[in-house]
């Protein structure tokens, strides 16, 4: 399975919605995660079940989408939002791919 | 608290060996999957092996199979990787990172819930 990301590099103001990209080659149904990666620092999920927040996550994070095509929004941006962001796929677990990222910068 | 800690990393060169370690603690390591997922220098995420809770079952990348051997020690709460025959293409950070799902709750595994800090590997001579 391929999961490919777009774009890859957003630049968004703060305070204002971002909305990345995630399209698989092949159905994953809603087996989908999103992680957020700052730098020098290990990833953190941010969704799960393609919809699901993980614990912890702020409500502005939000995620929609099934089949091949999927969403991730940030409703309104705030300084520590600025990061690069992976979607996963683990409807074909044990084989896991993940996206090739989006970086997400300041406008 | 959950916490997942590398070690083992090193510079090793062209066709050495290496083994990482993860260190878990704040949580039933027993109940739950584990997996090392590496990332190369300024580039993304790649999966490479996952064990589940009894390490009756393995799985690989196929960029690391046949090189790479993953294992538990339950006693000890540690996962391990073993890596031989290491490219220069196996350079990267390699992250331990806990399953979300409990065994046996029937939900779909792999939302890689946790993550260590990740352990440096730079293969080179």
């Known amino acids: 399975i391929v999961m490919t990301q777009s774009p890859a590099t957003l630049s968004v103001s703060p305070g204002e919605r971002a909305t990345l990209s995630c399209r698989a080659s092949?159905?994953?149904?809603?087996?989908l995660a999103w992680y957020q990666q700052k730098p020098g620092q290990a990833p953190r999920l941010l969704i799960y079940?393609?919809?699901t927040r993980a614990t912890g996550i702020p409500v502005r994070f939000s995620g929609s989408g099934s089949g091949t095509e999927f969403t991730l929004t940030i409703s309104s941006l705030q300084s520590e939002d600025f990061a690069v962001y992976y979607c996963q796929q683990y409807n074909h677990w044990p084989s896991i791919t993940f996206g090739q990222g989006t970086r997400l910068e300041v406008k | 608290e959950v916490q997942l800690l590398e070690s083992g990393g090193d510079l090793v060169q062209p066709g050495g060996s290496l083994r990482l370690s993860c260190a878990a603690s704040?949580?039933?390591?027993?109940?739950?999957?584990m997996y090392w997922v590496r990332q190369a220098p300024g580039k993304g995420l790649e999966w490479v092996s996952s064990?589940?809770?009894?390490?009756?079952?393995?799985y690989y990348a196929d960029s690391v199979k046949g090189r790479f051997t993953v294992s538990r020690d339950n006693s000890r709460n540690r996962v391990y990787l073993q890596m031989n025959s290491l490219r220069a293409e196996d350079t990267a950070v390699y992250y331990c990172?806990?399953?979300?799902?409990?065994?046996?709750?029937?939900?779909?595994?792999?939302?890689?819930?946790?993550w260590g800090q990740g352990t440096l590997v730079i293969v080179s001579s």
């Open positions: 990172a806990k399953e979300r799902v409990v065994r046996g709750s029937g939900m779909a595994k792999g939302p890689f819930e946790k």
């Open positions: 704040g949580f039933t390591f027993t109940d739950y999957t």
């Open positions: 064990i589940i809770h009894s390490g009756d079952s393995t």
């Open positions: 092949q159905s994953v149904n809603s087996n």
């Open positions: 079940g393609a919809s």
